[in-house]
């Protein structure tokens, strides 16, 4: 039977086992080649949506996250991507930290997927 305590859902690719760093580059490899701009974000409490404040329908609390510097306009390659991962996990060693993937033409965000989680 699977256990729901402890294992809650992040984001597209949550449901598979924590990524590589080799295949984190592949997804970063597959945003760059999509036309997407790199971006950040890393969130210090809860890493998930949930409800706190309202209790009305469609409202959640942790959609918005802090983004860690700019948007990475002009990167062509993951490992700067990456390199970046590494110093927003080194600044806040507890933090969950997401790759997206932000499409600067239609103005959306294209692809959003947790790089790193705390440890519990």
Known sequence: VWPPLGLKKFETLSYLPPLTQEELAK????????????????????????????KSPGYYDGRYWTMWKLPMFGCTDS????????????????????????????????ISFIAHQPEV
């Open 27 to 54: 997804e970063v490899d597959y945003l760059l080649r999509s036309g997407w701009v790199p971006c950040l974000e890393f969130e210090l409490e809860h890493g998930f949506v949930y409800r706190e404040h309202h």
């Open 79 to 110: 490992v700067q991507v990456l390199k970046e991962v590494q110093e927003c996990s080194k600044e806040y060693p507890q933090a969950y930290i997401r790759i997206i993937g932000f499409d600067n033409v239609r103005q959306v965000q294209c």
